[in-house]
């Protein structure tokens, strides 16, 4: 089995970039990751390297190419299906799926606590 890579951004700028990171730490599931610091003048070579949309998060399996966190962390659960890292409600699931493109306030109220959450998993090994 391919092992998994990671590529995301900083994970302090945006709730996008750890939502799959989220997933992947807490249930010990071994990756790799990559992550390219944002809006520098060499970002964009380095993201294009990586996804040909130039945005991330974006997962590597092999030959397979996963882009956007919900369609990241929907895989993630196929993937690992013992980990049960998605719910098994569909009503669940489809709540997750739709507050995904459009709930900025949430971010914005949730990110320190998003940030401290991150810094936690971070040094807990």
């Not at 900083?10 to 390219?36: C, D, G, H, M, T």
């Not at 980990?83 to 699931?93: G, I, T, V």
């Not at 949730?110 to 807990?124: G, W, Y």
Request: a negative charge; glycine letters at 2%; aromatic letters at 8%.
């Amino acid at each position: 089995m391919p092992p998994l890579t990671l590529v995301i951004g900083n994970k302090n700028y945006s709730s996008w970039f750890p939502r799959p990171w989220l997933l992947l730490r807490p249930a010990r599931i071994l990756f790799q990751e990559v992550r390219i610091p944002l809006c520098l003048p060499e970002s964009a070579v380095a993201l294009a390297a990586w996804s040909p949309s130039a945005k991330v998060p974006a997962l590597h399996e092999g030959d397979v190419r996963v882009r956007d966190s919900l369609a990241v962390c929907e895989s993630l659960n196929e993937r690992f299906p013992d980990k049960q890292l998605w719910s098994r409600d569909a009503a669940a699931r489809a709540v997750s799926a739709e507050v995904h493109p459009g709930f900025a306030a949430a971010w914005v109220a949730d990110a320190a606590t998003e940030t401290e959450r991150i810094e936690r998993f971070e040094h807990d090994e």
